[in-house]
């Protein structure tokens, strides 16, 4: 069993930044692919960036490519996304979600993730 706890979402004016960081409960967390994924109020989930188990592999939606980037620590245990940027379109709450074996392909965002954190609220005001 592999627990994901999400932090680091807040509050930020239009172009600010926000680093949100997606920390496991387990060391077979090195064995696992991590994917961000956001829901904002009255809209479906969307997968916004993936990284594999390695980190050797990473790729964005194109909602938030160039924008934001993602990173993992294995000795911390904690994938990190840095949000830079940040728009009223952004506002949502923000997921990672555990997956094995896909290594960031394409279609990563349609997989059915094994594991998932129960979310941190990001707002941008307009």
């Known amino acids: 069993q592999l627990q994901l706890v999400e932090s680091g979402g807040d509050l930020v004016q239009p172009g600010g930044s926000l680093r949100l960081s997606c920390a496991a409960s387990?060391?077979?967390?090195?064995?696992?692919?991590i994917g961000w994924f956001r829901q904002a109020p009255g809209k479906e989930r969307e997968g916004i960036s993936c990284?594999?188990?390695?980190?050797?592999?990473?790729d964005y939606a194109d909602s938030v490519k160039g924008r934001f980037t993602i990173s993992r620590d294995n000795a911390k245990y904690t994938v990190y996304l840095q949000m830079n940027g940040l728009q009223p379109e952004d506002t949502a709450v923000y997921f990672c979600?555990?997956?094995?074996?896909?290594?960031?392909?394409?279609?990563?965002?349609?997989?059915?993730?094994?594991?998932w954190g129960q979310g941190t609220q990001v707002t941008v005001p307009s």
């Open positions: 387990s060391f077979t967390w090195e064995f696992y692919d």
């Open positions: 979600a555990a997956d094995q074996g896909w290594r960031c392909r394409t279609g990563w965002a349609k997989r059915k993730y094994d594991y």
């Open positions: 990284i594999s188990s390695s980190g050797g592999s990473t």
